[in-house]
């Protein structure tokens, strides 16, 4: 993940460094209410990286949580899995972040794979997968979009 600044004034940005993740196909990223953690969803296995930021310029991750229900490795869209996550919602008081996960596959045979995550998240930042997901039982094809946490 690319670390940069931001000129208020001209708008540049300058590229600092990246921040390793250890997840494949960083997609959608959230920051914490005090600032100091990123969530970073890995879209590709179906896991989130949560990165501490207290300094911002250094990212470090601390931890990549595989979400659960994942389903198994896809042959047609290798290392993809059955359900992978999309979006991402933090609650505003920081204590809970929502992963939508979207079903990776066009094959009628697998019509699982759109989840709703529920993770609490402690005062160290980490996850831990505490809430039953929601299957969510939709048409095949069907993609759900969006999180909205209030």
């Not at 989840?115 to 996850?127: N, P, R």
């Amino acid at each position: 993940m690319g670390v940069y600044t931001y000129d208020g004034t001209t708008g540049a940005l300058t590229y600092v460094t990246a921040a390793g993740l250890s997840g494949p196909a960083p997609c959608w990223v959230r920051v914490s209410p005090d600032g100091n953690f990123l969530y970073v969803v890995d879209t590709a296995n179906d896991s989130v990286s949560v990165l501490e930021a207290s300094n911002p310029l250094a990212p470090v991750e601390i931890q990549n949580l595989q979400l659960d229900d994942p389903g198994s490795p896809l042959s047609d869209a290798s290392p993809a899995t059955l359900s992978e996550g999309f979006e991402e919602g933090i609650s505003p008081d920081g204590t809970f972040l929502y992963v939508l996960s979207q079903r990776s596959t066009t094959d009628p045979t697998m019509p699982q794979g759109n989840v709703l995550h529920g993770l609490s998240i402690g005062a160290d930042g980490q996850l831990t997968e505490t809430v039953p997901d929601v299957k969510l039982s939709l048409p095949l094809g069907t993609r759900p979009q969006g999180v909205v946490v209030f």
